[in-house]
């Protein structure tokens, strides 16, 4: 089955606590991303990463790091974890960084308590 | 600075009536458009992109550059039809330039 596919969908934390969601394409796309999507549904780009090399970084702290092992996958590490962090994390691809379309991952739920 | 507005939040119809989806943007470029489907339970999947000009499950969307809109359309609304719609905007070549707006979740009724 070819996709986008993220670990954990659901994930409870107590703040403080430093946490890791993966993802993996097995579609041959060399750029992976990962948004963010708050309360209010906005989707906001948080990196992306073409071929293994950063490429879009936007303004998030820096206890968020991703790291791409590879290019079939791109992982989020989120350290000190914050209430404010709660939010739904969707990973996504594409062929490359000016070839739309975007090809999602079903999405992490993370709750921080 | 670039922006889509989706000013419904929520939008119910009766099946079999039109239904239509506003997308506004603000960008004095030329834009790429594109509209993003979330069906239940489901990944976030493209539904249609401005430069195909096609019709994908009975949707349409025209570009109107001078009233600055994407608006989705569909003459027959389906209960299957029911989900969450997300336009997006593209500007240059990266994808940091890809912008969505907050989404409007359809519902339609029986």
């Known amino acids: 089955d070819t996709a986008v596919s993220q670990t954990p969908k659901y994930l409870v934390t107590q703040m403080g606590n430093d946490k890791s969601i993966k993802c993996e394409q097995n579609?041959?796309?060399?750029?992976m991303y990962w948004y963010k999507q708050d309360s209010k549904k906005f989707l906001k780009i948080m990196f992306s990463?073409?071929?293994?090399?950063?490429?879009i970084n936007e303004t998030v702290p820096n206890r968020f790091s991703p790291k791409s092992p590879d290019k079939a996958h791109l992982n989020l590490h989120i350290n000190s974890l914050e209430l404010g962090d709660s939010a739904v994390y969707f990973c996504?691809?594409?062929?490359?960084?000016?070839?739309?379309?975007?090809?999602f991952g079903n999405g992490t739920r993370l709750t921080v308590t | 600075a670039q922006r889509v507005t989706q000013p419904e939040k929520l939008l119910s119809v009766f099946k079999g009536a039109p239904v239509e989806l506003k997308c506004n943007y603000s960008?004095?470029?030329?834009?790429?458009l594109f509209w993003y489907v979330q069906y239940s339970r489901q990944r976030l999947q493209l539904l249609l992109r401005?430069?195909s000009r096609e019709s994908i499950k009975g949707f349409t969307a025209d570009l109107n550059k001078g009233e600055t809109s994407f608006h989705l359309k569909k003459p027959f609304a389906q209960e299957e039809d029911s989900a969450m719609y997300y336009c997006?905007?593209?500007?240059?070549?990266?994808?940091?330039?890809?912008?969505f707006g907050s989404g409007t979740q359809l519902t339609v009724l029986p």
């Open positions: 996504a691809s594409s062929l490359s960084p000016s070839n739309s379309p975007l090809h």
């Open positions: 579609l041959g796309h060399d750029t």
């Open positions: 990463y073409n071929n293994k090399e950063l490429i």
């Open positions: 960008y004095s470029g030329s834009p790429e």
């Open positions: 401005h430069i």
């Open positions: 997006a905007l593209k500007f240059g070549g990266s994808a940091r330039q890809l912008t």
